[in-house]
Structure formats: structure tokens, C-alpha cells
């Protein structure tokens, strides 16, 4: 299966041939740590860089960390109402990203969340958390 789906940043994460999505992340070899976007500034932790930084894919789940429901937005990209939120992933780095749902009302810091490729139209489809199903 090829990967089709247009994505509106496919340097950040990607489609997986079963139709989900993975997070295009990077782990230390020196330290062991986890980050998010990949970069070739050297590690955050301990400063290794080069061949010490190798690409992972990380999974789209992690822990809400806060929320911020957005009334007005002046841009053209998205339309108001919308939530942006921080999501901890479950392998570790902190990832602010906008969710799929338009109102902050459940919503709790700490739920499961969950990503997946959300197309709107004929827009490329961007990367969105929901919560988790119980
Ligand atoms: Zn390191």
C-alpha cells in the first residue's frame, strides 16, 4: 500500500499503510531521549548530534497536558471556534496541536489522547487529537 494521503506537513508525521498516523520523532543513542521535530541541532539532554540522533516514528497517543478553547482567529487557515492543545506523547515529547473537537466542554487534563489524519474538504489532512474512547 503507498502512502497517497496528502498531508498538510509531511516533514512533522505521516500516514501508516494500515491508516493511521505516526509522528516523525528522533531518539538520542547517548541518552535515550525523545524528541519532537526532528532536528540536527544536537540532543537537548546531553548535546550528542550527528549519527547520535536517529529517526522515530512515534505513536499518536499521549496524556492531555492543557487546552485552550480559541474564540476568534484572524487567520484564514481555521475557522473559530477551535481548541489548541498540549498533548504529552506517550514516548515523551510535548506537542502542541489542535483537536479535532471545536468546544473545550469535557475535556480534562490528563484524558487519553489520540491522533489521527483529519481532512477537511479538499484541504491536505493535518494531524488531530481526540480523546481516547473509554
Ligand atoms: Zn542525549
Given at each position: 500500500m503507498q502512502d497517497a494521503t496528502p498531508?498538510?506537513?509531511?516533514?512533522?508525521?505521516?500516514?501508516t499503510p494500515s491508516g493511521g498516523v505516526r509522528i516523525?520523532?528522533?531518539r538520542c543513542r547517548q541518552c535515550g531521549r525523545v524528541a519532537f521535530p526532528r532536528q540536527a541541532y544536537g540532543c537537548e539532554t546531553?548535546?550528542?548530534f550527528g549519527a547520535d540522533l536517529v529517526d522515530e516514528d512515534l505513536e499518536a497517543t499521549g496524556a492531555l497536558a492543557s487546552f485552550a478553547q480559541v474564540?476568534?482567529?484572524?487567520?484564514k487557515d481555521i475557522d473559530a471556534p477551535f481548541v489548541m492543545a498540549?498533548?504529552?506523547?506517550?514516548?515523551?515529547?510535548?506537542l502542541r496541536c489542535t483537536l479535532a473537537r471545536r468546544d473545550a466542554a469535557t475535556l480534562r487534563v490528563g484524558a487519553l489522547m489520540t491522533g489521527r489524519l483529519q481532512a477537511d474538504g479538499d484541504a491536505p489532512a493535518e494531524l488531530r487529537f481526540s480523546q481516547a474512547e473509554a
Open positions: 498531508v498538510a506537513h509531511p516533514t512533522l508525521y505521516g500516514p516523525f520523532g528522533q546531553c548535546g550528542a474564540h476568534r482567529h484572524p487567520g498540549e498533548i504529552r506523547l506517550t514516548s515523551g515529547p510535548l
